[in-house]
């Protein structure tokens, strides 16, 4: 497990800072949004994977119903993703909560991103080394296809990452991010309001 580089803790905590001061006022117009037309809870937690696979509480802005089926099942993520979450989404809005999670340190504004906790053992060796770094807001792969890429793609590139990070690199991932929130690419995989669950690589299971 790698060390985080000073320099990358301390460019995350003075951008997320100046980023939380002008993203509250957007945070509390979502939050009473969230509230009067879907009601509590107002943010989605949930444990997540970071550095070295501690597992840490996410949080994200809420987008779907709790609906269930007859026999109290989930429905399928599309038929419980609301209208507002569906705008949530597509702008990443949903994913401001997130700054709190990297001022407390459990993640960075870039990185690769923290994905389900039971997809720990379904990662080859290789696909593993992406927890050698803070997961992130956003990050290589998400700039280079985000959901529209299949998982062994988008590990490719999260351990591309790890191998080649630099203050530069997270400023460009940066920059080009918001240039793909502003035209909405990639959000989500071909045919699917979500990415389909991860179930290990084809080289995983042979």
């Known amino acids: 497990m790698k060390s985080i580089p000073l320099e990358k803790r301390i460019f995350d905590l003075v951008l997320t800072t100046v980023g939380m001061v002008i993203a509250l ?13 879907e009601g509590r809870p107002v943010l989605f937690r949930q444990p997540r994977p970071g550095l070295g696979g501690k597992i840490f509480t996410l949080y994200k802005f809420r987008t779907m119903r709790n609906a269930v089926d007859k026999n ?4 399928p993520d599309g038929e419980r993703l609301t209208p507002l979450g569906r705008f949530l989404r597509s702008t990443s809005l949903d994913e401001l909560p997130e700054l709190f999670n990297v001022l407390r340190g459990e993640m960075s504004l870039v990185g690769p991103r923290p994905l389900l906790v039971e997809y ?7 696909q593993a080394r992406r927890h050698e770094v803070l997961p992130g807001i956003t990050g290589w792969a998400q700039i280079n296809g985000r959901n529209a890429l299949t998982w062994e793609e988008k590990f490719r590139l999260d351990v591309w990452y790890v191998d080649h990070w630099s203050l530069w ?23 699917s309001e979500t990415a389909e669950p991860f179930m290990g690589s084809p080289e995983q299971s042979s």
């Open 25 to 37: 006022p957007l945070m509390g117009i979502i939050t009473l949004l969230i509230y009067f037309r």
């Open 72 to 75: 109290g099942n989930p429905l």
């Open 120 to 126: 720990l053992p379904r990662y080859t060796p290789e």
């Open 169 to 191: 690199l997270d400023v460009k991932i940066l920059a080009l991010t918001l240039w793909k929130v502003l035209r909405r690419e990639g959000i989500n995989a071909p045919g």
